[in-house]
């Protein structure tokens, strides 16, 4: 399988989300942004930054970047995308996700491990996962607060479209939310960074169950 | 021919505003105790230009709505006039 990560201006975790992919087994290739045609990969990632230096609003300039064409293109077709951190807020940024992040509670950058629990594992980002799995990741925003209104909120857990929740919700996210995924679950963005957790060397390998969850959605694996 | 457009863009009512918040601790630190809510939020002016009024109230309402307003957080208000009369 190959997988694409995209490289934004203000990108600072494609190397490390390339890195991880070939880790986990994949063949790992660089897209630009400023290329529109999205072709030849089997998943995409946008990965983690400061995209366009947060201008406006984090991941808001992105989400109009010609590469956002050929991703979306490639979500209506079912393709796997997972956005990490700025690559979360790009995917709301762009309505491929419900919701919207801003400012951590607290003002703060959070820069720490945090312990998340799996609520879906119906995702092909975590179908290597078992709902109520609990995984501790690094995090390392400052705004990733999710925020949607309540009744959205309660439309997006009655269509299990959390994927991922804060056991401790140091930002103050609506619903603890660590992560979403889209109605048809092909689109997932997540706050913590499971590329910066793939070997022992980084503390461990509790991310690289996200990454080999892809292979396992590819050859029709599906847990409850 | 040309007009000025300067956009206010504010967190909705109900959106928790921690830099508000924040400047409102400060404040009352300063001795400021009288005030009780500050909301922080964003002043965008554009230059554009539009053959009309109408046209180029339509053009900042698009701008707005696809790019500088987020509508899950925020809303926004505008006012336009023709460039060069003040």
Request: overall charge negative; charged content about 25%; some cysteine.
């Amino acid at each position: 399988m190959r997988l694409g990560v995209v490289i934004f201006p203000g990108s600072n975790c494609d190397r490390d989300a390339l890195a991880a992919a070939e880790i986990a087994g994949y063949e790992a290739v660089p897209l630009w942004h400023g290329e529109s045609a999205v072709e030849g990969v089997d998943a995409i990632i946008l990965p983690g930054g400061f995209s366009y230096g947060d201008a406006l609003r984090a991941g808001a300039l992105a989400a109009t970047a010609p590469v956002m064409a050929g991703v979306r293109r490639f979500a209506a077709r079912g393709g796997a995308v997972l956005g990490i951190c700025n690559g979360f807020q790009i995917l709301c940024e762009a309505g491929l996700l419900p919701g919207a992040l801003t400012r951590n509670r607290d003002l703060a950058f959070h820069c720490h491990d945090v312990a998340l629990t799996v609520v879906t594992a119906r995702t092909p980002w975590t179908r290597a996962l078992a709902p109520g799995e609990r995984l501790v990741l690094p995090v390392a925003h400052g705004e990733g607060r999710y925020v949607v209104p309540p009744e959205e909120l309660d439309r997006l857990e009655a269509q299990d479209q959390i994927v991922f929740r804060y056991e401790d919700n140091f930002n103050g996210s609506c619903g603890a939310v660590a992560g979403v995924c889209n109605r048809a679950g092909n689109v997932v963005g997540m706050m913590p960074h499971p590329e910066r957790r793939v070997e022992a060397v980084l503390g461990g390998e509790a991310g690289l169950g996200v990454f080999r969850s892809l292979r396992l959605a590819a050859a029709g694996v599906t847990r409850p | 021919m040309r007009w000025r457009a300067v956009v206010a863009v504010e967190l909705k009512p109900g959106v928790l505003d921690p830099q508000g918040e924040a400047v409102r601790e400060a404040l009352r630190r300063m001795g400021h105790d009288h005030v009780s809510d500050v909301r922080v939020g964003k002043r965008i002016q554009l230059l554009l230009e539009a053959a009309e009024e109408g046209e180029a109230r339509a053009r900042v309402r698009d701008i707005c709505e696809s790019l500088l307003v987020n509508p899950v957080l925020e809303r926004y208000a505008f006012d336009i006039e023709p460039e060069g009369e003040r």
